[in-house]
């Protein structure tokens, strides 16, 4: 079993639509998650970054994170087109420090 | 401009063909990591390096090795590369590491990505 698992997708969907991305993890050592976006032929970039429970919100971006189930979702509200991207959860725990373990990443796909 | 630069961004080499993977940093950042991205995989650490001339082992390392003589390069070499090294390579990099949960988020900086085939 993989350590964080996220759907690869792809997921289409038209634009304005609500977007759901989530991933799992097992270990409940996991402090810290992130979401990067990686458009195509690009580097992952930092979207959002939560620590521990709770919500987390920047603009049309909402990230949420549940430890007691071990489950993390980023929600995009009023998609766009220019959303078209990877989306890649990772995680790490503290005392690593900058080791991240990311999810395979899903494919969104917002349609004009 | 803040960036992590990395050449070549495409190449095709034959079995057993030495190569190298050169990145290079101009933040001044302490870490640096390389990174494959596969299908289904996600990104999957090969090596790191804390500061210069300190370098430790990812998840992944067989085939490869790092050097860390300077601050801002980290090259990634395949001595010997076999196909199934054949894949999407990301240098990454950020400040240094810190057991303190003030410190800022860590945030990795990735190159645009150098892909390879190995034939």
Redesign the interface.
């Known amino acids: 079993q993989k350590e964080?698992e996220?759907d690869?997708g792809p997921l289409s969907v038209p634009e304005g639509a609500i977007v759901s991305l989530n991933c799992t993890y097992s270990n409940s050592a996991f402090q810290?998650f992130?979401w990067y976006r990686q458009y195509s032929?690009?580097?992952?970039?930092?979207l959002m970054?939560t620590?521990s429970s709770g919500n987390k919100e920047d603009g049309r971006f909402t990230a949420q994170v549940d430890k007691s189930s071990k489950y993390i979702s980023l929600f995009i509200r009023d998609s766009q087109p220019s959303d078209s991207a990877t989306y890649?959860c990772?995680m790490?725990i503290?005392?690593y420090?900058?080791?991240?373990v990311?999810?395979?990443?899903t494919i969104l796909r917002v349609k004009s | 401009e803040a960036q992590v630069t990395q050449n070549p961004r495409y190449l095709i080499t034959v079995t057993g063909k030495k190569l190298t993977v050169t990145c290079s940093q101009n933040m001044n950042h302490e870490y640096m990591s390389w990174y494959r991205q596969d299908p289904g995989l996600g990104l999957r650490q090969i090596y790191y390096s804390m500061n210069v001339e300190v370098t430790d082992k990812g998840d992944v390392p067989e085939g490869y090795k790092v050097s860390r003589k300077e601050k801002r390069n980290f090259p990634l070499i395949l001595e010997s590369p076999s196909p199934n090294q054949t894949s999407l390579y990301f240098c990454a990099s950020s400040h240094g590491t810190s057991g303190r949960a003030n410190r800022d988020t860590g945030e990795l900086f990735f190159g645009e990505g150098s892909r390879l085939t190995v034939l």
């Open positions: 964080v996220q690869p810290y992130m032929r690009k580097g992952p970039e930092l970054y620590y890649l990772a790490k503290w005392e420090g900058n080791k991240l990311f999810g395979a990443g």
